[in-house]
C-alpha cells in the first residue's frame, strides 16, 4: 500500500508535465506501470489484495480521465482558433455565412475569354500550347535573332535569377521551340503569362496575358496574315471592323507591323477607350524573320510564316468595357463579381 501511495503521488506530478501520449505509453500500455502492479497483487496478503485493486484501479482511473480531458481541451482549442486569411469567422456556420460570389469558386474573367479566343482558334485550325512562365537567354533572345549586345534587347529585359533565368517578357519565346519541333505547315497558338520592368498605369502591368500565333507553309504572304488575324478579331469582337497596318520594328519579323483596328465604341469618332484617336493599336505581327526560320532549320528559301503577338488582357478589356488594366489583378470582390 505504501508502493501505492508512492505511486500515486508519481502520476499526480506526470500529469502536470506528460502529454496524453507520453501518460498513456508509460501507465496504460500493455508493458506499462499500471499493468506491472497488477502483476504484484499475488504478492500482497489476501487480507490487503481488495484494497490494493481498489487503490490500484483509482489511480487508473485517475490516468484515464486526465487523459480525455486534455484531448476535450485541445478539440476546443482547435476550434477557438481564429483562421486570419478566412474573408468570416471560421466558426460561423454554413448557413450563416456571408455569400463570397459562389462559395464552390468562380473562373475569372481572363480565363472564361481565353476560353473564348482559343475556341476560335481552334475552329480555325490552330493547335494550342501553353507558354513558359520561365525561359532562357536562348529562347528569349538569341533564337529570336537578338545577338548578345543588341540594343533591342533592353525593350524586353525583365527579371533575372542568379542561375541566368529570365521572365519572359513576351509569348514570342515560344517561336523557336514550335518551330524547331514540327514540320510545315505550322499552325499555333500560344497563349502565356508575360513579366515587364514597368511603371503601371491603366493600359500597362507588370503582369499580363498575351497569345502568340505562328503560320509557316510554302508561299505565305502578308495578306494571309492580315486576313487570319482580321478573321479572328471580328469573331471574338463579334463586329465587323476595319484594319490598318503601321509600321514597326520587331528583331524576329521582316516586315515588322502593329495591327490597329477601328475603335468599335465611337466609330472612329474618337472616345475615351481609343485615346480620342479612333484607332485602336491591338499587337504587334510580321513575316517571320528569316533568321528565325534558320534557327529552327526550316528553309526560309522555301517557305515562310508570318506571327503575332497581343495582349490579352487589352483585348479582353476592348469586349468587356473595362477602363482599367490594374482591375484585373485587384481582387477586388466587386469588380469580379460583375464578370
Ligand atoms: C511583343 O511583345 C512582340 N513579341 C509581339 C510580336 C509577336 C511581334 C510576333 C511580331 C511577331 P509588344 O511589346 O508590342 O510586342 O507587345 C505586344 C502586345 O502586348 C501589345 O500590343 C499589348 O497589347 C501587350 N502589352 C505589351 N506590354 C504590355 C503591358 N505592360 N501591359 C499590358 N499589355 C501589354
Redesign the pocket.
Known amino acids: 500500500m505504501k508502493d501505492l501511495q508512492k505511486l500515486k503521488t508519481e502520476v499526480q506530478e506526470d500529469i502536470d508535465q506528460l502529454d496524453s501520449n507520453e501518460l498513456k505509453k508509460k501507465y496504460l500500455s500493455s508493458d506499462g506501470v499500471i499493468r506491472e502492479y497488477f502483476s504484484k497483487i499475488s504478492n500482497v496478503d489476501k487480507d490487503n489484495r481488495a484494497k490494493y485493486g481498489k487503490e490500484l484501479n483509482s489511480i487508473k482511473n485517475l490516468i484515464a480521465q486526465s487523459i480525455e480531458q486534455s484531448s476535450k481541451e485541445i478539440v476546443t482549442q482547435r476550434a477557438k482558433r481564429v483562421d486570419p486569411t478566412a474573408p468570416f469567422d471560421s466558426n460561423t456556420s454554413k448557413s450563416n455565412r456571408p455569400r463570397i460570389l459562389d462559395l464552390n469558386g468562380s473562373s475569372h474573367i481572363l480565363m472564361q475569354e481565353l476560353e473564348r479566343m482559343l475556341d476560335i482558334f481552334q475552329s480555325m485550325g490552330f493547335d494550342i500550347v501553353e507558354s513558359r512562365q520561365i525561359d532562357d537567354d536562348y529562347h528569349m533572345f538569341e533564337s529570336l535573332n537578338f545577338p548578345k549586345g543588341h540594343p533591342a534587347r533592353d525593350?524586353?529585359d525583365t527579371f533575372w535569377t542568379e542561375d541566368g533565368f529570365v521572365l519572359p517578357?513576351?509569348?514570342?519565346t515560344m517561336?523557336n521551340r514550335i518551330l524547331s519541333s514540327s514540320t510545315p505547315p505550322i499552325s499555333a497558338v500560344i497563349p502565356g503569362r508575360?513579366f515587364?520592368s514597368?511603371a503601371?498605369d491603366s493600359?500597362?502591368?507588370?503582369t499580363?496575358f498575351?497569345c502568340?500565333?505562328?503560320y509557316v507553309d510554302k508561299g505565305i504572304s502578308v495578306a494571309n496574315m492580315i486576313a487570319t488575324i482580321k478573321e479572328f478579331l471580328e469573331a471574338y469582337l463579334e463586329t465587323d471592323i476595319e484594319v490598318k497596318i503601321q509600321p514597326?520594328y520587331?528583331p524576329?519579323?521582316e516586315p515588322?507591323?502593329?495591327f490597329t483596328i477601328n475603335c468599335p465604341f465611337c466609330n472612329k469618332e474618337g472616345c475615351s477607350t481609343c485615346g480620342h484617336t479612333g484607332w485602336i493599336?491591338?499587337?504587334?505581327?510580321?513575316m517571320?524573320h528569316p533568321n528565325v526560320l534558320k534557327s529552327a532549320d526550316i528553309d526560309s528559301e522555301e517557305f515562310s510564316g508570318?506571327?503575332?503577338?497581343?495582349?490579352?488582357?487589352?483585348?479582353v478589356m476592348i469586349r468587356n468595357h473595362i477602363s482599367d488594366?490594374r482591375d484585373l489583378r485587384a481582387g477586388n470582390i466587386k469588380f469580379l463579381r460583375k464578370y
Open positions: 525593350m524586353y517578357a513576351h509569348t514570342s517561336q508575360c515587364r514597368e503601371t493600359s500597362h502591368e507588370h499580363f498575351q502568340e500565333g505562328i514597326a520587331f524576329f519579323t515588322d507591323a502593329e493599336e491591338l499587337m504587334g505581327c510580321g517571320i508570318f506571327a503575332w503577338g497581343f495582349g490579352l488582357d487589352r483585348l488594366i
